[in-house]
């Protein structure tokens, strides 16, 4: 099995969520072209020991944060994915964009994996029940005589979610799938994207 690409990286605004129910999210959106995202788990390492050797461990997830990288971050996204506002001036024309402490807002996300496995594609789709993304730095270089192509990255920690009656926090949902169009409308369906 060999993971060979990554694509459809979308989001959603959280709008409301009680603790043991489903999540209600708004419009969805495309982050943008995908080009890497990296997702790094917590969990517990709380060994229990008897008879001198490992008995029981509790290695649940705690929690989670990564990057995203896509080709483009387009104003409107950023407005919606890290809650920078847009400044209008005569007729609402969008003069700019301020950015100011306030919080991200908090959004689902998702995204497909491709794979491969014996020479036949397959499709892992994810999708992130609560994370609130932010930009940590802007890279800017000089053009030079071999480009060095250098994309938007934005970093997310992700946050758990009651979403059911079980008393378990749910960080995120997998399916995998055999085509990519059923791995997608998977992804796209939780973000209220047809």
Excluded: C
Excluded at 11 to 22: F, R
Excluded at 135 to 150: D, F, H, L, S
Excluded at 175 to 190: H, L, Q, T
């Amino acid at each position: 099995m060999a993971y060979i690409g990554m694509r459809n990286p979308v989001a959603a605004p959280v709008t409301s969520h009680t603790d043991g129910s489903a999540i209600t999210y708004g419009a969805g959106f495309v982050m943008g072209a995908a080009v890497e995202a990296n997702i790094n788990f917590e969990t517990n390492d709380n060994i229990d020991y008897g008879d001198d050797i490992p008995q029981e461990n509790d290695n649940g997830i705690l929690g989670y944060n990564g990057t995203v990288d896509t080709n483009d971050l387009a104003p409107t996204v950023r407005e919606k994915l890290l809650g920078w506002t847009a400044k209008t001036g005569t007729g609402s024309t969008v003069t700019h964009y301020q950015v100011t402490d306030d919080a991200a807002p908090v959004v689902g996300f998702g995204f497909v994996h491709v794979g491969m496995l014996h020479g036949e594609r397959y499709y892992d789709a994810y999708w992130f029940h609560k994370a609130q993304f932010s930009m940590r730095n802007i890279r800017a270089m000089t053009k030079q005589r071999q480009i060095e192509w250098n994309h938007p990255q934005t970093s997310f920690t992700g946050l758990g979610a009651f979403i059911d009656a079980s008393g378990k926090a749910s960080y995120f949902d997998y399916m995998r799938f055999d085509n990519e169009a059923a791995a997608k409308a998977w992804v796209n369906g939780r973000a209220g994207l047809t």
